[in-house]
């Protein structure tokens, strides 16, 4: 069996899905949708697909499923329509900025029974994915803290700052996954800090880029998030899990292994330089997740509910910056 996707939204995310989509076997990308006509056009080139408006898209025959890369506050909506229309959906995070409006969009998902999974892409980063099967297999014993170092290597453009929801929703909702899937438990408490360190025009549009945070299940587990939008050496993205018997982690990936040393030291070659190099593999792997679930007929993870989680998480995290305490999370 071949899906055949629709993917909307051809921007920086909508051209890594297609990349991702190509390198599966069992997926191929018939048509695209974008508001920039010329921004369609050229993945269509590169890839076969047909440029065709959401609407067609939509309840086109020969699209199973849809890609929804779309600026944030068109994911509900089109989560929504793409499930009343029978296809398969594959939407980025988050589902939308408001935790109500999420919980309505979910109840049409439910009720239409469509398969929904959210692009929460570090689950499925192979060296993440081993952490979490040394984990399973008793390897550090009993999980106690995770430790994860999430940092861009520069800020985003001010402009993006104002519809991205700010860093808890935009940028840490990625780390709040990624610690309820280390954890194995969903935390129950947030304490948060963060200040404006990189750039004060983030700060004048009412964001923050730099902040710590401290989650904690209901078992006493501890999850540490250090963010910054500002790495100068590149995309850094490491994770660290204690346990009762040891330790396992996960380092950075750099463009090459090779190692020069000499009279000055020892020279490493940089970090890889953003999500579309370093995540890669990953995005491929999800899309293949997604293919293989609706091929199976499998509930899909990350879920709708996952992706709820995540931003329930995110809102208790904004309560706990502005009012300096820790804050009960309550999904």
């Known amino acids: 069996m071949t899906l055949k996707f629709g993917l909307l939204g051809a921007g920086r995310i909508g051209k890594v899905h297609a990349g991702a989509v190509a390198a599966n076997a069992g997926a191929k990308l018939v048509a695209v949708a974008d508001a920039l006509p010329e921004a369609a056009e050229a993945i269509a080139a590169s890839s076969g697909a ?7 898209i939509m ?3 020969d699209v199973d499923a849809v890609l929804i890369t779309t600026p944030t506050d068109m994911h509900a909506d089109m989560i929504e329509q793409a499930a009343r229309a029978g296809k398969a959906i594959f939407c980025e995070k988050p589902i939308d900025l408001s935790v109500e409006r999420v919980r309505r969009c979910l109840a049409v998902v439910e009720a239409e029974k469509a398969p929904l999974m959210i692009g929460f892409n ?8 081993a952490v979490r099967a040394r984990i399973d297999a008793g390897a550090i014993g009993a999980v106690e803290m995770v430790s994860i170092t999430s940092r861009d290597p ?23 996954d990624m610690a309820a899937f280390l954890l194995g438990e969903d935390p129950v408490s947030v304490y948060a800090t963060a200040s404006n360190l990189v750039d004060p025009a983030i700060g004048a549009a009412g964001d923050v880029d730099s902040a710590s945070l401290i989650l904690t299940t209901r078992s006493g587990r501890i999850a540490q998030i250090a963010n910054s939008r500002r790495a100068t050496y590149g995309y850094d993205q490491r994770i660290e899990v204690h346990g009762s018997k040891g330790m396992v982690s ?16 020892y020279l490493r ?3 890889l330089n953003f999500f579309m190099t370093r995540y890669t593999q990953a995005y491929a792997a999800e899309i293949a997740a997604f293919i293989e679930a609706v091929a199976a007929g499998r509930p899909m993870r990350p879920s709708g509910e996952d992706g709820l989680k995540a931003l329930v998480m995110a809102e208790a995290a904004l309560k706990s910056l502005k009012e300096g305490r820790a804050v009960e999370i309550v999904y």
Request: net charge negative.
């Open 269 to 271: 070659d940089p970090l």
């Open 154 to 176: 520069a800020p985003p453009p001010i402009a993006y700052i104002g519809r991205s929801g700010g860093l808890f929703r935009d940028m840490t909702i990625h780390d709040f």
């Open 50 to 56: 047909q440029v065709r408006t959401v609407e067609a």
């Open 122 to 129: 570090r689950r499925f980063d192979p060296n993440f994915r």
């Open 250 to 265: 996960a380092e950075n990936l750099r463009e090459t292994t090779v190692e020069v040393a000499n009279e000055t030291g």
């Open 59 to 61: 309840t086109a025959r």
